[in-house]
């Protein structure tokens, strides 16, 4: 059932014992959001922990920094930035489906699992809806809280680049510098900075990218090879979802990563009009119009083709339009 924010910061208001889930392959957001809350929670004498089926990749631990989470059973579960029980990560789905009493998200491909649901799929980032919350139930926005959220809020609107960015992110991001936020290193950590390892393998998947469609569409291909050859691992693959698109008269722009069961989760951004979420909801993923992702199965040749077949459609329409 879909609540207001109002009937959302009630239930968080009469539960003592929260557990606070992530989705896996976790990025700024969905930690983000989730050590900021679970942050807030706790200096309203609440018992939290935030779970989280994959390791938190190590540019994100300061969020949790001082945080002693403890073993206790919950009497809410609630699912952070989480648009479907499948993002989870297999094992916490069995163990949490069915189960999960609060959704908060700002994904529009919500399929609205959770017993109550708050969803704002206009909001850029569900950080955004967080520090609302917040407001709502009179917390503090401690410097702690602050760098959690203007995490969540830069990393989903790629530093205020994605046309997700509204007059409202600007003025949530204004508001957390005011509240002491780490603006200057957060920006620095995620946006200036590269590792040795992630140079390498982004030379790899650029030399790997492919055109299609005229040019208006470029895949790169992230193989497990890549990451030895390179000596990085897949935490440091989500700034890559965004090399493609940044070629001139690219519209479509895809990064597919190999994943170790030989699968592949291909993250596609797009421009204007054409609806990456409709692309990826017709392969079994989701998201939003300019930026979603899908799980693909079978050969690289295989999960390419599956995906050029939907973008050919879009493009296509896009066009005719």
Known sequence: MRIDLNETANILENADNILLLSHSHPDGDTLGSASALARALISKGKRVRVECSDPIPKDFSFMFEGLDFGDFEPDLIAAIDIADTKLLGRDAEGK???????????????????????????????????????????????????????????????????????????????????????????????????????????????????????????VICV???????????????????????????VLVGVTMRELKDGSFKASVRTHGDIDASAICQRLGGGGHMGAAGCTLY????????????????????????
Do not use: W
Request: proline share 2%; glycine share 6%.
């Open 96 to 218: 949490y489906s069915g189960k999960i009493g609060l959704c908060i998200d700002h994904h529009g491909s919500n399929i609205l699992y959770a017993d109550k649901v708050y969803l704002e799929p206009d909001s850029a980032s569900t950080a955004e809806i967080i520090y609302l919350l917040l407001q709502k139930m009179n917390v503090e926005i401690t410097p702690q809280i602050a760098s959690c959220l203007f995490t969540g809020v830069t990393t989903d609107t790629g530093c205020f680049r994605f046309s997700n960015t509204t007059v409202r992110t600007f003025e949530i991001a204004a508001a957390l510098a005011k509240a002491g936020a780490d603006t200057y290193n957060i920006i620095q950590v995620f946006f200036e900075t590269k590792t040795k390892t992630y140079a390498a393998l982004e030379r790899l998947a650029l030399d790997s990218m492919r055109f299609y469609f005229s040019d208006r569409c470029a």
């Open 223 to 249: 193989t497990q090879d890549m990451y030895k050859r390179s000596g990085s691992d897949e935490s440091e693959t989500d700034r890559l979802a965004n090399l493609p698109r940044q070629i001139e008269g």
């Open 298 to 321: 079978g050969s690289k040749q295989q999960a390419v083709n599956s995906l050029l077949k939907e973008i050919q459609a879009e493009i296509d329409a896009y066009t005719i339009d």
